[in-house]
């Protein structure tokens, strides 16, 4: 059994929607812990509801980065996991963080990477006159939401959209999304080639919805 670590800072739907894909798909995996830097996340009571055991490092105990950084490595490795999926954290990692968990370490971002890199990603969408948008899982490197696209879902941006009535479309997709790719990882089903560009053993890595 391999085993998941999801790191979350807030309303963890979308590592419900890992522990419920994991559980439904008899994964050969187990999330065996969520971890976050806020003690009010609240996807903390979900996971402990699952019986899914649940860390708290609070990025505020610690003077800087570093600090917050190694700390959360600690409560990372006591884990021993496979795979360690970034899901709505909201904290910028150091390159040595980056670099222990290189080849394992996700992150879901919505937005049609390289577009719209950062925050407020659907007002950006919306102001930039987008027909399209979306979310993109990746790998994590040290330049923030630049790492290896591993997949992505596109919905439409339709006529009358506000920032929230597109974020509620792409966050739904978000959830067929991520367990889909951390599926892969468990899987071992990808490859990051010499240019940096992922391949997928079967070649699927786009949902249109
Ligand atoms: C998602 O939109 C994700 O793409 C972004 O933060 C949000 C997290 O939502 N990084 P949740 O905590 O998974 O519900």
Redesign the pocket.
Known sequence: MKRIVIL?S??????EAIVEACAAQAWPARVAAVISNRADAA?LDYAAARGIATAVVEHRAYADREGFDAALAQAIDAQAPDVVVL??FMRILTPGFVQRYAGRLLN???SLLPAFTGLHTHRRAIEAGCKLAG?TVHYVTAELDHGPIVAQAAVPVLPGDTEQTLAARV?AS?HRLYPMAVRWAIEDALQVDANGVVRQRDGAAQLML
Not at 10 to 15: A, H, I, V, Y
């Open positions: 979350i807030g309303r963890g739907s979308n590592m996807g899901a709505g879901i971002h919505p979310a966050l978000e």
